[in-house]
């Protein structure tokens, strides 16, 4: 019986990637270095520290994770300032399935000051039971620690949970937690391999409480 939701939060709940890519597209000019949309779009899923750490490794910069982060949360920020909007049909389903009684988590690769910027300025706080982020993992997706601790904060067996994600490597690491996952296509986060999923859907008005108590 499924009794709880895991949202994965950018790509998913916010339509944020575009700004995300942006604004590691800039960083890396910063230092010198030409990266292309798709490039980044492989990292889609993973943790900053993750995807800067692959980055310097490859293009063999003389900096560190933890400071290109922090010039890309001064871009990223002011992007997001200016329109933050959440993709279409979310907040409704995200009502619909709390009226109902399940519990709902988020969890997602972003840092902590990144998901709770979005539910605050979404006024979404409320809604969510908890949320597990970059600060609370050792393991980037594809592996299920994120998945698994949302779960255990929910005091919910991972076979009773259903993980809402955007990118093939969110869809991986919740079915190696053992959990149904609705593989979620969204444009602005490139051709993901969504294969994986138990659902796949491109309009979250068209995804009900039957379909994924279906699962």
């Known amino acids: ?12 709940i916010v339509d944020s990637e575009p700004a995300h890519i942006e604004a590691e597209k800039r960083v890396m000019m910063q230092h010198g270095v030409k990266v292309t949309t798709e490039d980044l779009r492989s990292y889609t899923g993973t943790t900053a520290e993750f995807e800067f750490t692959d980055l310097i490794s490859k293009h063999h910069l003389r900096t560190t994770p933890e400071k290109l982060t922090r010039e890309k949360d001064v871009i990223l920020f002011e992007l997001l300032e200016k329109e933050t909007q959440p993709t279409k049909g979310v907040i409704t389903l995200i009502k619909d399935l709390k009226q109902h ?3 709902l988590g988020i969890a997602s690769s972003g840092r902590g000051k990144l998901i709770f910027y979005f539910l605050k300025k979404l006024k979404m706080e409320h809604l969510f039971d908890t949320v597990v982020c970059a ?5 980037s997706k594809p592996h299920p620690e994120i998945f698994l601790k949302a779960a255990e904060r929910l005091h919910e067996k991972p076979e009773n949970c259903v993980v809402i994600e955007d990118s093939k490597l969110g ?3 919740a079915k190696r937690a ?3 996952c609705v593989g979620f296509r969204n444009p602005n986060s490139g051709k993901q391999d969504l294969s994986k999923a138990d659902l796949i859907v491109d309009d979250f008005t068209k995804l009900t409480i039957q379909r994924l108590e279906s699962l």
């Open 1 to 12: 019986m499924i009794r709880a939701i895991i949202f994965d939060m950018d790509g998913v």
């Open 101 to 103: 009684g399940f519990k």
């Open 135 to 139: 600060e609370d993992i050792t393991h």
């Open 171 to 173: 869809v991986e690491a």
């Open 178 to 180: 053992g959990m149904k």
